[in-house]
C-alpha cells in the first residue's frame, strides 16, 4: 500500500539530491525551478496528509488556476474561463463526494462550457470557444482523481517531474533526433533518460516491491514512460497554435502551473484507465 507517510522520506531525499544536482549544473533556470519545487512540494504533501478533503483542496486549486492559464493562453472571454472553472469544481466535487455521478457531473460540465457561447450569441467565434472549452474540461479533468488515488498522485508527481529533468539534461547532453515538431528541441535521447529515470524513481519509491495490484504497476510504468511525454507534447501543441512560449509567467524558471503539470495530467489519465 502506498500512503503519504512512506513517501514522505523519499520526496525529502529527491529534492536533496535535486538540490546538488541544479547547484553542481550552475544553471539559473534549473535553481529557479527547484526553488519553486521545494515551496511546492512540501505545501502538497501537507495538503495530501490530511486524507481525501486535502487531497480534493490540491485538485480543485490546480484546476482552477489551470483553467485560467488554458483560458488565456487561448484568449478565451472571461465567461467562457469562469464556466470552465465552476465545471471542474463539480467535477472534482463530485469525485470526491459522490464518485458515483461523476459521469453526471462531466456531461452537465460540457453542457455548460458549450452553452457559454450560445448564450452570448457568438455566431463567428462560437464553435472554436465551445470546442476550446469542451478540449479544456477534457484535459484538465483527470484532477478529479486526486481525492480519489491519494498518495498515487504524489508519487506520479516525482516520478514525472524527476522524468521531466533528467530527459531535459540527457536531451542537451546526447542531442540526437527531435521527438516532435511541435518541440524541436527535446529529444528522442532526452525522452528515453526520462524514461528510464521515472521508472528508476517507481523503483526507489518500492513500487515494484509492494503488495499493489498488478493493473497498478503497469498503469504507473506506462504513465510515466508513454503518458508524461506525450502530455509535455501535446501542451507544445496547444501552445504552439495560440503562439506562446509558456502558459504564465509566475512560476520562477517554470512559466506558469500548466507548463508543470502538463505531463502529470495524462500520466493520471493513463492510470486511472489501466487500473480502475
Not at 7 to 28: D, F, H, I, Q
Not at 180 to 193: D, E, I, N
Request: charged share 10%.
Amino acid at each position: 500500500m502506498i500512503t503519504v507517510g512512506t513517501l514522505v522520506p523519499y520526496l525529502a531525499v529527491a529534492l536533496g539530491a535535486g538540490a546538488v544536482a541544479v547547484l553542481a549544473s550552475r544553471r539559473r533556470d534549473m535553481i529557479q525551478r527547484w526553488c519553486a519545487w521545494a515551496v511546492g512540494i512540501p505545501l502538497v504533501t501537507g495538503a495530501f496528509w490530511l486524507g481525501a478533503p486535502g487531497a480534493a483542496a490540491v485538485g480543485a486549486a490546480a484546476a482552477c488556476i489551470a483553467a485560467l492559464e488554458f483560458g488565456a493562453t487561448l484568449r478565451a472571454p472571461w465567461p467562457d474561463r469562469a464556466a470552465l472553472v465552476l465545471a471542474l469544481l463539480g467535477l472534482i466535487g463530485t469525485a470526491w463526494l459522490s464518485p458515483g455521478h461523476v459521469l453526471r457531473a462531466a456531461g452537465a460540465g460540457v453542457l455548460l462550457v458549450a452553452a457559454v457561447p450560445v448564450l452570448t450569441g457568438d455566431a463567428t467565434g462560437g464553435l472554436r470557444r465551445a470546442a476550446n472549452g469542451v478540449l479544456g474540461l477534457i484535459w484538465l479533468a483527470p484532477l478529479a482523481a486526486t481525492a480519489r488515488l491519494g498518495a498515487v498522485t504524489l508519487l506520479l508527481l516525482a516520478a514525472v517531474s524527476i522524468g521531466d529533468i533528467a530527459a531535459y539534461v540527457a536531451g542537451r547532453r546526447f542531442g540526437g533526433p527531435s521527438l516532435s515538431p511541435l518541440s524541436p528541441a527535446k529529444r528522442w535521447s532526452g525522452t528515453l533518460a526520462g524514461g528510464l529515470a521515472a521508472v528508476g524513481t517507481l523503483a526507489v519509491f518500492g513500487v515494484f516491491t509492494r503488495d499493489l495490484p498488478t493493473s497498478l504497476i503497469i498503469g504507473l510504468v506506462v504513465a510515466v514512460t508513454v503518458g508524461a511525454p506525450l502530455g509535455d507534447l501535446f501542451e507544445s501543441m496547444i501552445k504552439r497554435g495560440a503562439g506562446v512560449k509558456d502558459t504564465a509567467s509566475w512560476i520562477p524558471g517554470s512559466g506558469g502551473l500548466l507548463d508543470r503539470i502538463d505531463s502529470l495530467l495524462l500520466a493520471l489519465a493513463i492510470v486511472l484507465l489501466l487500473s480502475w
